[in-house]
């Protein structure tokens, strides 16, 4: 198959933002980590941290080896499904999880920089702690074109020929995102059950009962939550958006191949779009990444507006960019679905606001929360539960109105319901996801830069730096928070996107598995045709899915009970954890003579060995069912059912994941407003009640909510993948 050259932009932007990874990373480990106190601790929560990724690979392997079994099984003795598919899911799981680890050592060595940069001013801190995070931004996007650039030149030298060779090599390589949503679930539900079980440890006893400050280090908790905070926020974070970025750009992909069937070259170029489109957001990432800086005595809006100039030039950039690349490309419609990737933009922009706004204690939301507290923890949780569920209608309306806008643009504002018109208004859909993460490389060092800057002021308290730095990184922190917040709403619209192309790219692969089965269906004008013949009417009506159909309507019903499923195992989980870790801290203080008068060292390893035994425990049992569920509802329900379960999973998993991960950060933020001197400030009535707010939003917005957008698309990896099964089964 002739690929384009223009297509080898893809492969050098990769290397380009792996070179620029290693490059900011050198520049990191340059700098003074400070005094021989601030080492010693960086010691301890990077030795803790990689102990438990290497326990948690461990466990992550066995899993892998088994489900690659399962699919060699499937592929080679039933003859039900590609026998590319073990090896392309193998390479999603490894490259997701290097992405985590390379974020991870990052992060482990940049904290104690940017606390000991921070003595100096807050825009050194600023600069080391950004630019850490920018290496997991710039590993991610590498990795990710990398491993896409690598199967696709791969799987072309094998498949040729006709229309099909491109919808069978796209629908192929969605199975690497399989892979990656797999790996990054089992790193977010461990990390995050890991973090905060030991987070709300510290906090209860150490803040609320003790009355010592956060990061002391006469609270045994405290390194291991400084280690959660890389397990979960940085290792997690990346593993969950890699197949984000990389689940976009395929599912795209594999719709473009669809869409434009008819002609080979204009299938082609539609295939590539989505690829070119990421590889020159690497370029114009890196450029947005030098644009931040900041000046001392810098408020938060100050900070936030620095980190905003550098996303939002980006996003502007790349927008102009998209519409010569389609132009170049000349792709029919080119102008229309320029815009679809404008909506995409401009929908990641306003949920990142919206975010902002109901998390920053800038603004009223929050501040009202911290007000709260002046009569009790009940009407700061009350207040926090309200002000999440509130938070949604904005990213809700916005997902909406880009799906509407997007699907107008790709069709030239036409919105008939043909064959034709359906493929080419969902592949508008799908560009518009790879529009809102073009820029990731900058987007996601903005979440990374969130754990480095909280484990830089626990290096700050725990090493004694005094007020003034301490206040520094506290500022450094709370913008963290906020970035963090952000970059969860934006990660978890663009799942909404990438999830609804999935649906299609689910269509296309049954119509694959049917094909393979010696298949055939009836059209809607009553004919007997192959099932590569079909289009989306002919399928839809074949299989019956309308809303008339008690299959789709339980399926459905099953898919909004998995989203609370999910989350209520993970909400017990960090629970169960959180307990032992209580129990442990408060055995401490009891037995070990002299801890609170500093006169004796913790046993910081108990703390760290119990989360880290909780979280390998924990994580297997809800990060399996993620697999099971579509499995089951395939082989029972048949296709109707999958594709009423991937609805009901994605309308109910956005809302609840916008719900959590917005009142998680705004309990978070609002624990912040009063540590700054308002409401009484620190020790006050106020204090203790955000606290207890705070310790039930960490699971919230670290563990159940985050691990949301990945199940709403590991289902509808897993239901792909399992198409095959599904026909054999259900059919």
């Not at 502007?316 to 792709?331: D, H, K, N, S």
């Not at 933009?345 to 990142?352: D, N, Q, R």
């Not at 670290?702 to 259900?730: E, Q, R």
């Amino acid at each position: 198959m002739n690929i384009p050259l223009v297509f080898w932009l893809v492969p050098i932007a990769s290397v380009v933002a792996l070179s620029m990874a290693w490059f900011f990373f050198r520049q990191m480990m340059k700098e003074d980590e400070g005094t021989p106190r601030m080492k010693e601790i960086a010691l301890y929560v990077r030795r803790g941290a990689m102990a438990y990724l290497k326990q948690q690979y461990k466990v992550v392997t066995i899993v892998f080896v088994a489900l690659a079994a399962i699919f060699a099984f499937m592929a080679y003795g039933l003859g039900v499904q590609n026998p590319w598919v073990p090896f392309a899911f193998l390479t999603g799981g490894l490259f997701s999880g290097l992405a985590g680890f390379f974020g991870m050592k990052t992060a482990t060595y940049a904290s104690a920089r940017t606390a000991n940069a921070a003595r100096q001013s807050m825009d050194g801190g600023l600069k080391i702690a950004f630019r850490s995070g920018a290496v997991m931004g710039l590993t991610v996007v590498g990795l990710g074109l990398l491993d896409i650039a690598g199967w696709f030149f791969a799987l072309s030298f094998f498949y040729h020929g006709d229309q099909m060779a491109l919808i069978t090599i796209t629908t192929t390589m969605l199975t690497f995102g399989m892979g990656a949503s797999t790996q990054a679930l089992f790193a977010r539900v461990g990390g995050g059950i890991y973090t905060k079980a030991a987070d709300v440890g510290a906090d209860i006893v150490g803040k609320v009962e003790a009355d010592i400050p956060e990061d002391d280090p006469r609270n045994p908790a405290t390194i291991a939550d400084n280690v959660g905070d890389n397990v979960g926020d940085v290792a997690g974070m990346g593993a969950d958006l890699y197949e984000s970025y990389c689940g976009s750009i395929l599912s795209t992909a594999a719709l473009g191949a669809t869409a434009f069937a008819i002609s080979g070259e204009m299938q082609m170029k539609a295939v590539i779009a989505p690829m070119l489109i990421a590889a020159v957001g690497v370029f114009l990432s890196i450029f947005g990444i030098y644009l931040v800086r900041t000046k001392e005595g810098a408020t938060m809006r100050d900070l936030l507006r620095s980190l905003s100039l550098g996303t939002n030039v980006s996003a502007v950039l790349i927008a102009a960019a998209t519409f010569a690349i389609l132009y170049l490309l000349q792709i029919d419609n080119w102008l229309g679905l320029s815009f679809s990737v404008i909506t995409g933009l401009c929908a990641g922009v306003i949920i990142g606001q919206a975010t902002e706004y109901y998390t920053s204690h800038s603004y009223k939301p929050t501040q009202k929360i911290s007000e709260a507290g002046l009569t009790g923890s009940a009407t700061v949780i009350i207040k926090g539960i309200g002000t999440g569920m509130i938070s949604t209608c904005i990213p809700v309306v916005t997902i909406g109105v880009a799906i509407l806008l997007s699907y107008l643009c790709a069709n030239g504002f036409n919105m008939e319901m043909s064959a034709e018109a359906l493929s080419k208004g969902l592949y508008g859909i799908g560009i518009a996801a790879v529009g809102m993460l073009s820029t990731l490389g900058i987007t996601l060092a903005t979440d990374a830069y969130g754990p480095i800057a909280d484990n830089a002021g626990g290096n700050a308290e725990m090493s004694e730096l005094g007020e003034e730095v301490r206040h520094r990184t506290d500022a450094l922190d709370a913008l963290g928070n906020t970035t963090a917040a952000t970059g969860k709403g934006f990660a978890i619209g663009s799942a909404a996107l990438t999830a609804l192309a999935l649906l299609a790219s689910y269509i296309e692969e049954v119509k694959i598995a049917m094909e393979r089965a010696g298949m055939t269906l009836t059209n809607l004008k009553g004919e007997v045709i192959s099932a590569a013949q079909a289009t989306i009417p002919d399928f839809m009506n074949y299989f019956q899915v309308t809303l008339m159909n008690p299959k789709v309507l339980v399926g459905a019903f099953i898919g909004g009970m998995a989203a609370f499923l999910f989350c209520g195992l993970t909400m017990e989980a960090v629970g169960r954890a959180a307990q032992k870790m209580v129990e442990e801290v408060r055995r401490q203080f009891r037995e070990i003579k002299g801890i609170l008068e500093g006169k004796a060292t913790p046993d910081y390893g108990s703390c760290v060995e119990i989360s880290t035994r909780a979280a390998q425990h924990e994580m297997i049992f809800p990060s399996l069912l993620a697999i099971a569920i579509p499995i089951v509802v395939g082989c029972v329900l048949g296709v109707a059912g999958v594709l009423g379960l991937l609805v009901g999973g994605l309308t109910c998993g956005f809302t609840l994941a916008v719900f959590m991960a917005n009142a998680g950060g705004a309990w978070d933020n609002a624990k912040k407003m009063v540590e700054e001197g308002n409401f009484g400030g620190k020790g006050s009535f106020a204090h203790k009640a955000t606290i207890v707010g705070d310790t039930v939003g960490d699971p919230f917005k670290d563990t159940s909510g985050p691990s949301l957008n990945i199940l709403i698309k590991l289902m509808s990896m897993v239901s792909i993948v399992m198409a095959g099964l599904t026909i054999a089964f259900a059919s």
